[in-house]
């Protein structure tokens, strides 16, 4: 059902593009087909970038794996233990 609908947005874009450019921007027929041919997948995939779909949805496992834990005292403490002075205590 999902990817049908998915099929069906796509369909509806394209059909979109190609009426914006045949009377929008008064092309010929071809270059309207053409135009929405190429503007359609490009639209789907600034689509993708801006808003990326939720592990759920895409079906997918996870790439990376949070690093730390998300307790706040554990990672101050870590970070307050391992920080770097960047002076020198000669005084220099």
Do not use: N
Request: with cysteine; hydrophobic share 45%; glycine share 6%.
């Amino acid at each position: 059902m999902k990817r049908a609908k998915h099929a069906a947005l796509v369909l509806c874009l394209f059909v979109l593009y190609c009426v914006l450019l045949s009377q929008g921007l008064k092309a010929s027929a071809a270059s309207a087909f053409f135009g929405a041919l190429a503007a359609v997948p490009l639209t789907v995939h600034l689509y993708h970038r801006i808003w990326p779909p939720t592990i759920a949805e895409s079906g997918r496992t996870r790439i990376y794996q949070r690093g730390a834990a998300p307790e706040g005292d554990a990672a101050d403490a870590e970070y307050a233990s391992t920080s770097v002075s960047t002076r020198s205590s000669d005084g220099e």
